[in-house]
């Protein structure tokens, strides 16, 4: 049976991404000469509200979220949880706002996996690499998006999956930022470039459906950690719900994090993320 991943009202009043980071949306891209992930097939254009895409044989549902400029814009990829959908994920969750920031805004509907994403597959078969995959061309061919600014979140399952892209895509993703996501040893790939990633989990309460997200998501910090990759390590105490401060947090790394730079904050954290953050 399903479970629907219900969160409580009050982060229906998420934290207002009004400060967030000094480098956020950059008023000029420099953007390449042709689309940098490849050709684009039969896109449908992409504009606010629900979007079908057809990929690997599927129709799939998005919920987009456009800026007021969507030209050379970021683009944020947000994954709902287990028995969640994407509307919850952009209202509930906050991400919605990070549009107002200048962010393309993709939230995925899951094509009906055990676990709603399929991050256990990283072969061409995946249904959901191969929606991301298909995306980020037509989205470039629409928008002529931003290529160094391409950004995953999601929360428990959508945690799992930013996790899977993590380790998968990230010669496509600038930075990472999974809640109550992770990976036991088992899983772990390492990725092939260094792409920083905000790691944050509800501490030891943080389990669901027989899962221990703290146990995962510190596993993830750790390998990452010793293969040499930049993490940031976030651990609250509200169990396995996303912090109040989560559209803060994400405004503020993803504002400072490009694929084309090193991270501007390996000499310290910047004093307006949660101090349990490391």
Do not use: K
Not at 5 to 34: H, K, N, T, W, Y
Request: proline share 8%.
């Amino acid at each position: 049976m399903r479970v629907l991943f219900a969160l409580p009202l009050f982060l229906l009043i998420a934290c207002d991404p009004a400060d967030p980071g000094p480098d956020q949306v950059d008023d000029e891209v420099e953007l390449p000469a042709e689309n940098p992930w490849g050709e684009a097939r039969s896109c449908t254009p992409f504009e606010t509200g629900t979007v079908q895409v057809e990929v690997a044989g599927q129709t799939r549902t998005l919920e987009v979220e456009l800026p007021e400029n969507p030209e050379g814009a970021p683009v944020l990829f947000a994954w709902h949880w287990w028995g969640g959908n994407a509307t919850e994920t952009l209202d509930w969750m906050g991400i919605r706002g990070l549009a107002d920031e200048g962010y393309i805004i993709v939230a995925p509907e899951s094509a009906g996996s055990q676990f709603e994403w399929d991050f256990n597959d990283a072969s061409d078969n995946n249904a959901d690499l191969a929606l991301f995959d298909a995306v980020l061309p037509c989205l470039w061919d629409q928008y002529q998006v931003d290529h160094n600014r391409v950004y995953s979140t999601g929360m428990s399952a959508g945690g799992l999956m930013t996790t899977w892209l993590t380790m998968h895509r990230s010669d496509v993703l600038a930075a990472t930022a999974p809640f109550s996501g992770g990976a036991m040893g088992a899983f772990y790939t390492e990725p092939e470039r260094d792409v920083p990633v905000l790691i944050t989990w509800g501490g030891p309460s943080d389990t669901y459906a027989g899962y221990n997200f703290h146990t995962a998501s510190m596993s993830f910090d750790q390998m990452l950690r010793d293969d040499g990759h930049f993490t940031i390590a976030c651990e609250h105490s509200a169990g396995h719900l996303p912090p109040t401060e989560a559209v803060g947090m994400l405004a503020t790394f993803f504002g400072d994090h490009r694929f084309d730079s090193e991270s501007p904050w390996l000499d310290g954290l910047p004093a307006t993320l949660p101090s349990w953050c490391e």
